[in-house]
Structures are given as C-alpha cells and as structure tokens.
C-alpha cells in the first residue's frame, strides 16, 4: 500500500513538471532530465520491491520447513509416548501377576501353618493314647502266650475273644479319624530342610550352562554344593522350589529346573523392548527322593551374561524347603 502512495505521489509530481514545463517551452532539457529522474527512482523501487518478494518467499519457505520439523518432532514424542504407554501396561500386567503370586504363597503359607499345628496337637493328644495301647498289647499278649495244657489254651482265648466281643466297636468316622491321624504322623520329618543361595556377581553363560550360586544364604541339611550348583536331596518328601532369574537390558534369558536331567519347571525373563532389568520368579512344587539331583540350567538367551547387580539389590537366587 506504502509503495502505491508513493507512485502515485510522483505522478502527480511528474504532472505538475510537466505544466511548468508547458509554461516554459524552452525548457525541454530540464524536462527530460526530469523524466530520467523519475525512470530511476521508478526502476529502483521496482528493484526493491523484487527484493521484498524474495525476502517473503524465504520467510515463507522458512516457516513451513520449520513447521514440517515441528510436525516430525510431535509425531515422534507421540510415538514415544505410545511405546511408554505399552511399557506401563506390561509392567502393570507384572505387578499383578506378582500379586497374584505373592497372595498365593501367603495362602499355601498359611494353610501349611494349619498343618504344622495340627500335627502337633496330634503328636501330643496321641502321646497318651500310645500308653493305653501299648498296656492292652501286653495284656492280649498275655493272653496268647503258650500253655502246655491245651485245654486251658482253650479256655483263655474263649474269654478273650468274649471279653473283645462285648466291647463296644466304633464307628467308621472314629476309625477314618485315626486313621486320618495316624498318616499325619508318619509324614512329620525328623527336622527342618531349606536352603537359599544366590548369584552376586554377573555370570558368563550360554544354552546348557548350570546356574552357580556363590553366595550360600541358608543350607539346612547341607544340600547345596557351590562348585557345581547342584543341590542334592537329603530326605524323601514333598519340597517348594523356588528361583528368580534377571535379563538386563534389550535381552532374554530362559531357565529351567531340572531334576536328574529332567526338565521339571520353567522361567522366561524377557526385556528385549525396554532399556531395563527385568524379573522373574518361578514356584514349582514337587515330590522329591533321596539323593535326587536338583539344579537350575540355562534354556535359550539373547547374552551370555546372568545379570546381577548387588548395588540395586538384584540377584538371581535359587530356593527350596520341605513341606512334609
């Protein structure tokens, strides 16, 4: 608009030149010097007004490349943001399962507490129960001892079977009672078996390799033997076993339990999509035999490295004890 006032300006100023030169016919060359004048300074605004187009072609093309940088970041914080989003879900996804675990083994906890207690209230209701019975073995003994008199032999096993006879009998529930009663007691063991190691240093590993725990927390029963990771059963039953596995950053690691070569249980600790250490737990319960072999072995993996980090508090550990 600026530029169109100042065209028109010298026009009207070219005009009245122009009557003053009509007036004075013999100022032609003024006139066309004037002319000339006005040419220049119309060419040199032509000019500048060339460069000003040039300059806001820039400044357009500037901003919409920098709009188009704007957009990619967005949409990159977006996709970010997305990949965040999926990691929660999957940690979310774990804390419940670890919840669930967890609220598992308080129950079986419990229930086994159950147990233990009433095994001891059985142990001692049956203490003197086993006075009285062992009185009346002695005394049905004595009556089946051998007598030279066969007709006094006779004699005495008539009444005893007569004395039985008038007893009262009881009935199937006080029999599946003691009977209930009597089992308990054969599986209470002689003592407490449990062993807990763990692993406080990372450990070159690959498909095969058997888990050393170096650091042996708890071994009741002298089970576990550090040099080849292998805990050997001390007593018959049925154990709890238990091992944490840990994969560090963008990898995976699969463990199993084995027992005698047998793969019994296993574990998948997978943190191949987050820059993370990632856990996890595995709980088999088994039944056991003297001198079984039972250790953790490596399945597939993406390093040959058993993660562990004692400054985070992360080691993988290997655990077991006897119920009954």
Known sequence: MSARIVIVSLFICLIRGLDGVAQQPNDEPQLMEFIASINQKLTKMEHQLTDKDVQIRNLETKLENHMAVNAKYVNDKEKEMQMKNL???QLRQHVTSLTETLSETVTASRVLANRVSILEQTIIGDE????????RNSEVHGFFEVNDDPKQTRIQNDTIFSNMASEEVPSDDVVEDQTSETRQIRVVPSFP????VELTNSMAVSQ??????NNEALDDGDGYKISDGIYTVSETGTYVITWTTLSGFRSYIQTFLVVNGVKRGASFSDAQEIHDVHQ??????????QGDHVFIQI???TTNTMYSDISYSARPTFSGWKLF
């Open 280 to 289: 996890a737990s595995s709980v088999v319960v088994l039944r056991l035999n």
């Open 128 to 135: 003197s129960s086993a006075e009285s019975i062992s009185a």
């Open 208 to 213: 095969g390799t058997i888990v050393k725990y």
């Open 299 to 301: 399945g597939h993996t």
């Open 87 to 89: 990691e929660l879900d």
């Open 193 to 196: 078996l449990a062993f807990h």
